[in-house]
């Protein structure tokens, strides 16, 4: 049979429809191996006692819940309707905000076991408008993926030495054109000559503006024997969304970018640079004045910290990238206007103290 998404399911035949067609599987392949031997039964009508009673069950549930639903959303549209005094103004809104998030919860309890969500979820076909897809979502991120971050931003001191802390609430993905890059993964300076693009993940609804930094920690100064700090990119007023995921920091507008993309290199005699990435939330939906900041800021000397305390930005976000020294790194830095190129850090040698030298006289 020809190859289709719904039913390849050996790594060969997936590999073949990766190149021929440039489509990925659908599921796993457990499942696409029984469409392909089964019959094409819907999923919802499998002939299987168990199955269909424990559906009648489930589809019970649902319609209490339902109910619960509507009493719910009867209950905020009658509070939305009485007017209150202008200093109750707040805790009114509160209260609906409130109510709001617990009727997403019914929702959620309402299909979070039925088995055709959970199959479309698994498809990568659910909705993320929805509250129910969100919570899926969310917890398949926190299970593995959040993990994998925490262990890297924490296992290469990102934070503290970038920010003292984070908590990130939603998933930033990192690619460079077609390649996707693993947190903590090292780049090829001409891969990371261009700007990258980033897929930001929210797991709970609405809009929001967000500010996006990418810093190096490890810039060499010579004179203090010490580490300074490099900002490569920093853009502000992103509007995201559970569905509006898409960054692309090259076709970002003059309104939006503060500082723009700088190359990410390391000097000859370096280890390698930790090239940090943090969105940032801007409170309230605040939109920050960024060609008034480019004045401000500057790629060297750059102190997150500082920038995120002075517009009251809540980092909810990070990613990390790792770039070192290669054959391509004098080319990007000329290319760049970037002084340097031909520098090559070597260690100090360090005098041993003076009771500890030798005696001359060995040494005839």
């Not at 700007?195 to 503006?209: F, M, S, T, V």
């Not at 004179?223 to 970002?252: M, W």
Request: glycine share 4%.
């Amino acid at each position: 049979s020809s190859l289709s998404q719904d039913n390849v399911f050996t790594p060969r035949a997936e590999r073949k429809l990766l190149k021929t067609r440039g489509l990925t599987p659908v599921g796993s392949r457990r499942r696409r191996a029984a469409i392909l031997s089964g019959s094409r039964i819907p999923f919802e009508q499998l002939p299987y006692q168990c199955f269909q009673e424990a559906r009648k069950v489930l589809i019970q549930h649902r319609e209490e819940k339902v109910k619960d639903i509507e009493t719910e959303r009867q209950k905020i549209a009658r509070l939305k309707a009485q007017s209150v005094e202008p200093q109750n103004e707040q805790r009114h809104q509160h209260r609906i905000n409130s109510m709001e998030r617990y009727l997403d919860q019914l929702k959620i309890h309402a299909d979070v076991n039925d088995p055709m969500v959970k199959r479309r979820f698994e498809d990568g076909k659910g909705d993320m408008d929805k509250p129910i897809y969100r919570y899926l979502a969310d917890k398949k991120w926190r299970q593995y993926d959040r993990m994998i971050i925490m262990q890297r931003i924490t296992q290469m001191n990102v934070v503290p030495d970038v920010l003292p802390s984070i908590d990130p609430t939603l998933n930033v993905e990192l690619s460079f054109g077609p390649r996707d890059v693993q947190p903590g993964e090292f780049v090829d300076s001409r891969v990371s000559e261009f700007p990258a693009h980033l897929n930001i993940q929210p797991y709970d609804k609405g809009e929001r503006y967000v500010s996006i930094a990418i810093i190096n920690p490890d810039v060499p100064n010579v004179e203090a024997d010490a580490f300074d700090y490099r900002c490569h990119f920093l853009a502000s007023n992103i509007k995201i969304s559970p569905t509006q995921t898409s960054v692309s920091l090259g076709k970002l507008t003059d309104e939006q970018v503060i500082l723009p993309w700088l190359p990410a290199y390391t000097q000859k005699g370096l280890a390698y640079s930790r090239m940090s990435i943090f969105v940032l939330e801007q409170k309230d939906g605040q939109i920050l004045d960024a060609k008034a900041l480019s004045q401000r800021y500057e790629h060297d000397d750059f102190i997150l910290r500082s920038f995120v305390d002075r517009h009251a930005l809540k980092p909810v976000g990070a990613n990390l990238f790792r770039s070192r020294h290669d054959q391509g790194t004098a080319g990007v830095m000329q290319r760049a206007g970037i002084p340097g190129g031909d520098v090559e850090f070597k260690r100090k040698k360090i005098e041993p103290l003076p009771y500890k030298k030798l005696p001359g006289s060995r040494y005839r």
